[in-house]
């Protein structure tokens, strides 16, 4: 997905058959810092104040948001025709 380092930690927390949800130790600023410098294209998908961006980069896109229906901060990751992966991010 993109260089993420030595400090970054997943955690798989799929419930059942759902799709896969990760948690992560970073917060959104950090993510969406991580995927600039690693040259992902940034746009906004909403206005200003809801604060969801979709980066992309050789097919592949991850939108990011700062709410989420269960109120975390989250980001999703999906290819051409994949699956979304959701990740959980700290606040």
Do not use: C, H
Not at 8 to 31: C, H, V
Not at 68 to 77: F, L, P
Request: glycine share 6%.
């Amino acid at each position: 997905m993109f260089k993420y380092g030595k400090k970054l930690r997943f955690k798989d927390i799929t419930k059942g058959a759902s799709r896969k949800n990760f948690t992560m130790n970073i917060s959104r600023r950090q993510l969406q810092n991580r995927l600039k410098k690693s040259g992902w294209k940034k746009t906004r998908v909403e206005p200003k104040n809801k604060k969801i961006y979709k980066y992309t980069k050789k097919g592949r896109k991850i939108v990011t948001r700062k709410f989420s229906k269960d109120g975390r901060v989250t980001a999703d990751y999906s290819r051409k025709k994949g699956r979304v992966i959701k990740f959980r991010l700290r606040r």
